[in-house]
T-cell receptor, first 118, second 112 residues
């Protein structure tokens, strides 16, 4: 079974609109971390935001916020006031901190290709 | 602070050859992880090094190996290259294992 599921292969959004990118995860660990990365066409993975499984507040970083619903195992990324430069691939990732002691690396979803239209 | 650097950025090899990729982490970061990204398999974890020790390895054949030096710089080696090894190889560093990983620009390897 996939550990990270991103159900939106691609999205078209009008500039200045808010965007929600979906991510669900599967783990039996109680301690884990959830990450979102942005990958422009250049290839570099850019860290956007992090949510720990024990964090009670949803994480926010500028225009990015993470809608964390632990019971539903959901960690959606919300981008407010989208910009043309937000066009990129977006990956949701998880690191399980119990079973592998944090040494198993990040598990990534398949990604969502976001295109912002003017 | 300088980010993660990877060299070379692009590489073309032929089947059967070997290749070595290099990664310099962010200053002060002691953990380095490697990932392979292909259109078919997506992003897959290769291995992680911390304090010159391999902590864990993903599901890759023994042709894929790596090491980490005392200055935290890391190298990844792929021997007997196959066409399927064509990929973007990404290196990421973090202060210690389990912390947020910051990625380099990647090395695009093409095997002919």
């Amino acid at each position: 079974a996939q550990k990270i599921t991103q159900t939106q292969p691609g999205m078209f959004v009008q500039e200045k609109e808010a965007v929600t990118l979906d991510c669900t995860y599967d783990t039996s660990d109680q301690s884990y971390g959830l990450f979102w990365y942005k990958q422009p066409s250049s290839g570099e993975m850019i860290f956007l935001i992090y949510q720990g499984s024990y964090d009670e507040q949803n994480a926010t970083e500028g225009r990015y916020s993470l809608n964390f619903q632990k019971a539903r195992k959901s960690a959606n990324l919300v981008i407010s006031a989208s910009q043309l430069g937000d066009s990129a691939m977006y990956f949701c990732a998880m690191r399980e901190l119990e079973s592998g002691g944090g040494a198993d690396g990040l598990t990534f979803g398949k990604g969502t290709h976001l295109i912002i239209q003017p | 602070k300088a980010g993660v650097t990877q060299t070379p950025r692009y590489l073309i090899k032929t089947r059967g050859q070997q290749v070595t990729l290099s990664c310099s982490p962010i200053s002060g970061h002691r953990s380095v992880s490697w990932y392979q990204q292909t259109p078919g398999q997506g992003l897959q974890f290769l291995f992680e090094y911390f304090s010159e020790t391999q902590r864990n390895k993903g599901n890759f054949p023994g042709r894929f190996s790596g090491r980490q030096f005392s200055n935290s710089r890391s190298e990844m080696n792929v021997s007997t290259l196959e066409l399927g090894d064509s990929a973007l190889y990404l290196c990421a560093s973090s202060l210690v294992s389990g912390e947020t990983q910051y990625f380099g620009p990647g090395t695009r390897l093409l095997v002919l």
